[in-house]
C-alpha cells in the first residue's frame, strides 16, 4: 500500500484490525484512516481498539458504498489507499452463534451484517431445488452440488434446517465415502457457497471496485485480498481492463479523459509463501492484488 505519513486511507474489511492497526502505526499526526466493517461486531471491537485516536473514523457499513459511507464519516477528499480483505474473519468463523462452522454447532446464519433480511437458515429452508444445486455449483464448484441438493429439500421436508450441524449432516450424508476428498469436510464447499450468496459477496465485490476509482487520489493504490477464484478473476478483469484505454479510443490520437486508463498495476498477483501458509493456514488460497491511480 506503501503508506504514507500523512495520507488517507480506507479499510473496506477492517475484521480484526490487523491491517487498520498496520497501516495506522505508520501514520502520522496528520494521517487518517477510515475502517468499515458490515459486521457490527468488528466495528464494536474497532471502535474498543482505535475510538480514542482522533486519526480514525469507525463506520458500519458495505464497502459496495464507500463513497457514501465516507461521505457520511466526514471524510473529503480522496483516499491514498483503499484495502479489501475479502470474505469472512476468524472471529466469524469460529463463533459458532455466528452460524458460519460446520465444525461447531449453531444456529444456521451467515450473515454478516445480521440486520440483512435473509438468513441462511432463510434461504436453504424456501430455495428451490434447482436454485439451491446451481448455487451450490457456482460458488462452492462442488461437482455433488445436485446430490446436495436433493438431500437438503428432502431432509427440510421433514423438519426445517435449523443448525449448522443438522446442515454438515444432510450433506455428508449426500455424499458417497468413497467420493469425499481426504482432509476435506464435505460441507466445506456447500457452506462456502451459501456464505457468498447469502451475503452477495460478488456483488458486493463488483461495485466496491467500481466505487474504489472515484475515490482514489491519482498515485493512490487499490489493494484487493481474495480467497476465492471467482472473486480474484473480478479482481483481475477489473484491474487489466482499467489499465488500458476504452477499446473504442485504443490507437486514436487523442484519447479524451474519461477514456483514458484509470490504472497502472502494481506487480504481479502475490500469494503467500510455505512459511506465512505454516504461520496462518487460512492464508493458504489467498491472492493480493495491487494498482495505482493514474494521476
Ligand atoms: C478477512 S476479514 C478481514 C480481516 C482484517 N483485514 C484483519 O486484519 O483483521 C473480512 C472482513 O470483512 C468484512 N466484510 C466482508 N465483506 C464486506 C463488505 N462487502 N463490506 C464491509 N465489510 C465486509 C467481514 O465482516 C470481515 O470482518
Redesign the pocket.
Known sequence: MAVQEDGAYL??????????RAVLERLGPEGRLLA????PD?VALARKQLGADPRVRIEQ????EMGAVSAKAGFEGRFDGI?L?????SP?LDQAHRGFSFLADGPLDMR?DPSQPVSAADWVNSASERELSEIIWRYGEDRYSRRIARAIVASRGQRRIETTARLADVIAGAIPARFREPGKNPATRTFQAIRIHI?D?LG??EQ?LDASLDLLRGGGRLCV?SFHSLEDRMVKRFMRRNASEDEAWRGLPEVPVHARAKLELVGRAIRPGPDEVRRNPRARSAVLRIAERVR
Open positions: 479499510d473496506g474489511t477492517y475484521g480484526r484490525g490487523g491491517h487498520g468499515i466493517d458490515r459486521d468488528a457499513g458495505n464497502f459496495a484495502l480483505d475479502l470474505g469472512v474473519s466469524q454478516m451475503n459477496e458486493s465485490l466496491g485480498i
